[in-house]
């Protein structure tokens, strides 16, 4: 919080509510600041300072630009004391009341943030549905691959071959590519990040999902207690992550294909292949395979390094297209 008692608020949903939570929230925010947008509206020709009519024109014009209404926002909360002043009857009234609502000046920010088992699995029809709709919201998924809380449970984003309750001699299928689902729509922004292999192109993502006006979708790897390694070295772990090819970082942004340009852009380099085994088995989630399945253990292993390369090749055609 500053010092004028203005920061980040937040609210906690059910596990699975949480998209349509957040979706809530938003409809709130346009609701009122629609009504606001009609009120100012029937300013515009009132008996008001012109310097005030630049400004709530100026708001009106750009009621979803950030930083377009928190200068416009900065003036009409100046101008507007004086102007009441100035004025009586019904017209008094309606700057009272937009100076009442001065909180949703400033174009809000709303962000979904929650896990995998959220986000792939339980959550996933109204996470879906809120992507589909087209709202201004912001999503983070972080993906530890794991219902972490609960204590480890395989979700649909546990790759080939990690051990999680329910997949408890290896899971035999591939991780869900939550990503390319929602890039089909087209319309929605959607980036990879993991903030200990690549910071910028991190703060790329969550700004350009941030600036655009429609609904965007991060998700970070997050390594986790659960996955069997040192937490003290969880940067690294992220880092090593993308450059064996394990996890990608790609950044696909429907205003590029708006320019004529494509929209996908693949932020990893080719990855080092040959590190991908010894990674598997840093982590006790992948190394316990071998311990108490070595029958099956290589087979799975194999299958998990396909599942990356076939989806790192897939993002690659899609980049050069
Ligand atoms: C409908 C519903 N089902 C199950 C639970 C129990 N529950 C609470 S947290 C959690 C695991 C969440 O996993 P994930 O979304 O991956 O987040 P993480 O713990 O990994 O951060 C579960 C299953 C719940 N609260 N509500």
Redesign the pocket.
């Known amino acids: 919080m500053n010092e004028f008692g203005h920061g980040p608020a937040w609210a906690n949903s ?3 509510d949480n998209a349509e939570f957040g979706f809530g929230m938003n409809l709130a925010q346009e609701a009122r600041r629609s009504q606001l947008a009609d009120m100012m509206a029937d300013l515009l020709d009132q008996n008001i300072p012109a310097e005030l009519k630049e400004a709530l024109k100026l708001w009106i014009d750009n009621l979803n630009d950030a930083e377009v209404t928190k200068t416009a926002a900065a003036t009409i909360r100046g101008l507007l004391p004086a102007a009441i002043e100035q004025t009586s009857g019904d017209l008094q009234e309606v700057l009272k009341a937009i100076l009442a609502n001065a909180d949703i000046l400033v174009k809000k920010s709303i962000w979904i943030i ?6 792939y699995d ?1 959550g996933y029809g109204g996470l879906d549905h809120v992507l589909a709709s087209g709202a201004d919201v912001n999503v983070l998924v ?1 993906d ?1 691959e ?5 204590g480890g ?1 395989a ?1 649909k ?1 546990t790759p080939t071959g990690a051990v999680a309750k329910f997949a408890s001699s290896g899971k035999r299928t591939r991780k869900k590519d939550l990503g390319m689902m929602a890039m089909s729509y087209g319309y929605v922004y959607v980036a990879t990040v993991a903030m200990g292999a690549n910071r910028n192109q991190l703060m790329k993502a969550m700004i350009e999902a941030e600036s655009y006006d429609g609904p965007s979708l991060i998700i970070a790897y997050a390594p ?1 207690i659960n996955h069997g390694i040192d937490m003290s070295l969880s940067v690294e772990e992220s880092k090593q992550a993308v450059e064996c090819g394990y996890w990608n970082l790609y950044r696909f942004d429907p205003r590029r294909e708006a320019e004529g340009a494509n929209p996908f852009v693949l932020d990893s380099k080719e990855p080092d292949y040959d590190k991908f085994q010894a990674y598997l088995k840093s982590q006790v989630r992948y190394s316990r395979l071998a311990r108490q399945f070595p029958e099956h253990a290589e087979e799975l292993y194999a299958q998990a390094e396909a599942d990356v390369k076939r989806r790192y090749n897939g993002y690659k055609r899609l980049a050069e297209v």
Do not use: K, M, P, R
């Open positions: 059910l596990f699975e929650g896990g995998d088992g959220w986000a339980i972080l530890t794991v219902y972490s809380n609960t449970q979700s984003a986790c």
